[in-house]
Each structure stands twice: as structure tokens, then as C-alpha cells.
């Protein structure tokens, strides 16, 4: 039988798990029936990656009935050995957090409110404001008479939760468009 890093920590677990308590004398047939109904119980074990950053630390995503039902590092990759950053422990709620957005949130200009907006306004006033920032402020050409195609007048933020991949979308759309100031919150 092969026998993986994590087939070996789980044996481990519950070899001394079951010594013990049977030493002290505690029957732990209830325990270990409970423990069979744990949350992965059943799940299908899906091997991927943390999206976060370049460490590219595996996890271990279990899967029920198509939904996901939890992650954990996986103790067999060697780059991460089973261990995640706080990011990366936190890669479940990323999927079933009460705080993630589902829609579009808008601040008026000096207003202290967060209005929801749907996609179509949001995707219009992007388009709008863009436009008119790249007519009024794009740099063509620096002191010297270089060509710059530079657009100095729009920031770009990215948040922790993108992932690699659509950070390198973000990028290339914002170069594509001029911008030359953005920042990403992908540290470690
Ligand atoms: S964010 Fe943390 S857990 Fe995710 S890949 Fe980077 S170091 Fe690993």
C-alpha cells in the first residue's frame, strides 16, 4: 500500500488517538462513529492550487453533491507541506462568505452612502468615465517627443481576492487602456 505523507498523518492521528483513550480506559466507539459523519464524509477529494499568489500552495478542495464543502493544505505538495498563509486558510470563505458582493456597490460623489447598482449601470458608467478620462488626460508623447501612451488620471485596485489569473486579465486590461498606476493587495 502506498503510503502518502497525508495517509500517514491521518493514521498517525487516529493510532494515537485510539491508544490513548483506550489506555485511559474510554470507549471510543460513539467518537469514532461521529467521526464518520465529519463534514468531509463522503466528499470528493479535488487537488488544486491557492489563487492568491505565486507560492502556488496546493490545497486539497472536498467536494458533496457538486458544492463545496471545505479546503485544507495538502501535506503531500512539497512547496507548502500541508501548511496555508492566513489567505490561504481562509480560500473556503471566499466561496461561502455572508460579506461577499454579489452585486455592484456605488459611492456618489461626497455622499457616505453605498448604493447597490445592477451590472448594466455599472458596466455603462466604467465605459463612460474611462472614455472621457482617456479624451481629456491621455499623454501621447513625454518631454523628449517619445511616444508614452500614458494615462496618468486613473488608479486601478485590486483586491486580495482575485486570483492570478484575473490579476493578469486586470493587468493587461488596464496597460491596453494606458494606465500606468495600479497596485494589488497579493502579499504574503
Ligand atoms: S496566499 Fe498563502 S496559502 Fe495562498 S499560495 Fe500564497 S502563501 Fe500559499
Known sequence: MKCTRRSFLKLAGAGVLTLTLGQLGINID???????????????????????????????????????????????????????????????????????????????????????????????????RVKDARDKDMILKNEAGQTVNRLESIFMMGTSHASNEECAVIHQAMRSLGVVHMDHQARV
Open 30 to 128: 460513539d467518537a469514532m462513529a461521529y467521526a464518520g459523519k465529519l463534514k468531509i464524509e463522503g466528499a470528493k477529494e479535488v487537488v488544486t492550487i491557492c489563487p492568491f499568489c505565486s507560492v502556488c500552495c496546493q490545497v486539497i478542495a472536498y467536494v458533496r453533491d457538486g458544492k463545496l464543502v471545505s479546503t485544507e493544505g495538502d501535506p503531500d505538495h512539497p512547496v507548502n507541506e500541508g501548511a496555508l498563509c492566513a489567505k490561504g486558510a481562509a480560500l473556503f470563505t471566499m466561496y461561502t462568505s455572508d460579506h461577499r458582493l454579489t452585486k455592484p456597490l456605488y459611492r456618489a460623489p461626497h455622499s457616505d452612502k453605498w448604493e447597490e447598482k445592477d451590472w448594466d449601470w455599472t458596466l455603462n458608467q466604467i465605459a463612460r
